[in-house]
């Protein structure tokens, strides 16, 4: 099945893509970041890497961590990267619906051609 994968360049190699808001949705569901970054088996450092990246590209904080206290502290989606997850799961929805045909005939093609091999 042909799935279209989007990456949005915000110009100066700044990139954003499913990585990275996955990992702030998988933060938004766990309320945590260590526990985001197991459920998507990275490290815990490479998960703080994409969100530093993420928030110099949006130029505020994605995250915001909680206090600690009797139930430990964690970390919870700030109103930017809310938006961020909204927005990008919309041009996805909007892509894959405008680009449906064209997927269904690529892979169409592409099984055709796996079966003359």
Known sequence: MARLKIRIDLGHDAL?????VELLE???KTGSIRSAASAMKMS??????LLRETQMIMGAPVIAAKTGGAHGGGAVLTEMGRALVSHFRS???????????DLGALARIAARGKRKK
Do not use: F, L, N, Q
């Open 16 to 20: 954003v893509g499913p990585g990275k």
């Open 26 to 28: 998988t933060i938004g």
């Open 44 to 49: 815990y450092r490479r998960a703080w890497i």
């Open 91 to 101: 041009i996805e929805r909007k892509a894959a619906k405008s680009g449906a045909a």
